[in-house]
Nanobody, 115 residues
Framework: QVQLVESGGAFVQAGGSLRLSCLAS????????IGWYRQAPGAQRESVAT???????NYADSVKGRVTISRDNAKNTAYLQMNSLKPEDTAVYYC?????????WGQGTQVTVSS
């Protein structure tokens, strides 16, 4: 089975940037659908950005223009580049891989944006 590990979360000042990575290990993944989700304290988990198997990209309105999702299939890695970070971006960020038969989640990486 597939295991996902997020990294890149950190404490950053408002206006700063972070690049999150999601490394997949185990069974080789062939162009899965990918999503980045986040969950802030006291809030529900929400979608941040997704890439379909066909490569269609969708962003949440709250991050559109500030976030870029990408993937490197050869490296089994997904990325989330975040710029112009705001305090409301503070959350645990999770990556999600959707294959033909399974949905996989990482354990999350903490992003904290200070005022």
């Amino acid at each position: 089975q597939v295991q996902l590990v997020e990294s890149g979360g950190a404490f950053v000042q408002a206006g700063g940037s972070l690049r999150l990575s999601c490394l997949a290990s185990g069974r080789t993944i062939s162009i899965p659908a990918i999503g980045w989700y986040r969950q802030a304290p006291g809030a529900q988990r929400e979608s941040v950005a997704t890439i379909s198997r066909a490569g269609n990209i969708n962003y949440a309105d709250s991050v559109k223009g500030r976030v870029t999702i990408s993937r490197d299939n050869a490296k089994n890695t997904a990325y989330l580049q975040m710029n112009s970070l705001k305090p409301e971006d503070t959350a645990v960020y999770y990556c999600n891989y959707l294959t033909l038969t399974q949905t996989y989640w990482g354990q999350g990486t903490q992003v904290t944006v200070s005022s």
